[in-house]
Antibody, heavy 117, light 108 residues
Framework: QVQLQESGPGLVKPSETLSLTCTVS????????WGWIRQPPGKGLEWIGY???????HYNPSLESRVTIFIDKSKNQFSLKLSSVTAADTAVYYC???????????WGQGNLVTVSS | SSELTQDPAVSVALGQTVRITCQGD??????ASWYQQKPGQAPIFVIY???NRPSGIPDRFSGSSSGDTASLTITGAQAEDEADYYC???????????FGGGTKLTVL
């Protein structure tokens, strides 16, 4: 059974960079797409972006200038960096596995990140 | 705003049938997948592809599509089905993945 677990700080200061890592267990990261989805409090789900295990990436156009997703196959992990954060970036951040038919079959439990000074 | 449009809220009497819809031009070309999210929990997928249910999802959940609208139907809704439901597919360009705005289902 594949499991995903996010890790990273729960509080980030405005203008700084949000960094999260997702550790994949129960399966190899060397296949599938791996991505990040966020959900502001009380709101809906939003794609941030995803990465294929060979390193090709795809980002949400509204966030593309601030987002980097990268993968570490040796650790079975992938990571998110979101720069120049503001209060609008406060959200639960989920890591997820994206199957080839465009559906998300595994989700992490979510990591609430609050942007505040 | 999302390119996949859902009704914000729908209600259904216990044991009755409810249809949750998702509208978008891209749905003429791409399948939608559907996710159930209960308060404080990560979403889980309940329907993918033409009408496929993952292991463990009750057969009262089914999916369909017609024209620019995809539907999730719950036949004989149960109290535990009360949740937010999100559709998911590609946007009208076909290049980006998007979620619908979500539908809050209340089981009366």
């Amino acid at each position: 059974q594949v499991q995903l677990q996010e890790s990273g700080p729960g509080l980030v200061k405005p203008s700084e960079t949000l960094s999260l890592t997702c550790t994949v267990s129960g399966g190899s990261i060397s296949s599938y797409y791996w991505g990040w989805i966020r959900q502001p409090p009380g709101k809906g789900l939003e794609w941030i972006g995803y990465i294929y295990y060979i390193g090709s990436t795809h980002y949400n156009p509204s966030l593309e200038s601030r987002v980097t997703i990268f993968i570490d196959k040796s650790k079975n992990q992938f990571s998110l960096k979101l720069s120049s954060v503001t209060a609008a970036d406060t959200a639960v951040y989920y890591c997820a596995r994206l199957a080839f038919d465009d559906y998300v079959d595994y989700w992490g439990q979510g990591n609430l990140v609050t942007v505040s000074s | 705003s999302s390119e996949l449009t859902q009704d914000p809220a729908v209600s259904v009497a216990l044991g009755q049938t409810v249809r949750i819809t998702c509208q978008g031009d891209s749905l003429r070309t791409y399948y939608a997948s559907w996710y159930q999210q209960k308060p404080g929990q990560a979403p889980i997928f309940v329907i993918y592809g033409k009408n496929n249910r993952p292991s463990g999802i009750p057969d009262r959940f089914s999916g369909s599509s017609s024209g620019d609208t995809a539907s999730l139907t719950i036949t004989g809704a149960q109290a535990e089905d009360e949740a937010d439901y999100y559709c998911h597919s590609r946007d009208s360009s076909g290049y980006h993945l998007v979620f619908g705005g979500g539908t809050k289902l209340t089981v009366l």
